[in-house]
């Protein structure tokens, strides 16, 4: 197998060579660079759940080629396998969006021996219409972000959260290779460190320069003035705007109203749930005690103590100056995201 390298000068985050889904292990990441192969829905459940892939766009790729790897041609194991891999995880729809967009294909496909080629061609498509939304999304949001050169970002929305560019990492992208000056702030992003580890990562292998920052020093920085904007990724964003996005997004965007710093949301169209009336709605991905309790084998917090660890929180959106998407800008005041994406097409 050789391993593509996108444009960045990074492998694929996700490819689909003979029956198989090849994954970059973002768990090894940075140390190491590995590639996982899943040729079973099991495996790519597993892969989804464990984050080896993850970032909203990312997963619902995965799932979609994780689809086609149920027992070839038979009708009820692909529907066995997306009521599975929906169980993968909670809070980012475009998992929904694309197990809905094959389940589609395969209603529509009335011979079963076509069915595997069909659901591929599909799952295919779907991984291409996002390069071209994270193409389109790095151009309209590079035009937002132009006379920024001091960019924060919280957890990772780059490459390894998508097909190819990013969402909030695309117009970062965009600008470093129009030559514009740009420099990024990533936050480590506790408690699994996307941030620190994949942003940081991604972001280096590209030439950008990159300086990771705790978390709790975003209020400090923005204080001392030294950012220009903040712009994060999105899991699920609802009718009126509010968006759930990593947990940590909602407190750096209180911070970044209270210093009158922009806070722009980047995501693609099948991030939106239009469906869910606002965020209070989304649901959240409660994750296990140790990822909070444990650094590697050492114990961290007392067993008498609990432990809380949502994976999200949601950002109402009057804290949102804009949410940038591949059909163009919805600005602030965010009021029916329905009516603003018709007109913004
Ligand atoms: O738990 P993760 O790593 O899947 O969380 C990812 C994020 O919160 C990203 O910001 C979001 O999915 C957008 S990815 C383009």
Not at 198 to 224: I, N
Request: aromatic content about 6%; overall charge negative.
């Amino acid at each position: 197998m050789v391993t593509l390298m996108n444009q960045n000068g990074i492998p694929e985050t996700l490819q689909f060579e003979d029956d198989q889904l090849i994954l970059i292990d973002q768990t090894r990441l940075p140390s190491e660079v590995l590639t996982l192969r899943c040729s079973t829905v099991e495996q790519v459940h597993d892969a989804i759940y464990r984050l080896v892939v993850r970032g909203a766009p990312a997963i619902g790729i995965a799932a979609a080629y994780g689809v086609c790897l149920a027992k070839r041609g038979v009708r009820d194991d692909y529907l066995r396998a997306m009521d599975y891999l929906a169980t993968s995880r909670p809070t980012a729809v475009n998992l929904f969006w694309a197990l809905d967009r094959m389940k589609q294909c395969l209603d529509s496909c009335t011979e079963d021996q076509q069915l595997h080629d069909r659901l591929v061609a599909e799952a295919r498509r779907i991984h291409d219409e996002d390069r071209q939304m994270c193409r389109d999304i790095g151009f309209e949001g590079a035009a937002i972000l132009s006379g920024c050169e001091r960019i924060l970002t919280h957890c990772n929305a780059g490459g390894l959260a998508t097909s190819t560019r990013g969402t909030a990492l695309a117009p970062i992208y965009h600008l470093h290779e129009q030559g514009h000056a740009v420099e990024v702030f990533a936050d480590e992003t506790r408690p699994l460190l996307q941030g620190a580890r994949l942003t940081a990562w991604e972001l280096s292998q590209a030439g950008v320069p990159v300086t990771v920052l705790t978390d709790s020093m975003a209020g400090g920085l923005m204080r001392a003035g030294k950012v220009d904007a903040v712009i994060v990724g999105a899991d699920r964003i609802a009718r009126n705007g509010d968006v759930a996005n990593k947990v940590g997004t909602y407190p750096l965007a209180v911070l970044a109203h209270y210093h009158a710093v922009p806070f722009y949301v980047a995501a693609p169209s099948s991030t939106f749930d239009l469906q869910l009336e606002n965020g209070d709605a989304i649901p959240i991905e409660e994750r296990k005690r140790d990822e909070i309790s444990m650094q590697g084998n050492r114990t961290v917090v007392p067993e008498d103590a609990d432990v809380m660890n949502p994976a999200f929180d949601v950002t109402p959106a009057k804290l949102i100056n804009a949410i940038i998407t591949e059909r163009g800008v919805i600005r602030s005041p965010i009021s029916s995201i329905q009516a603003d994406f018709e007109s913004a097409k």
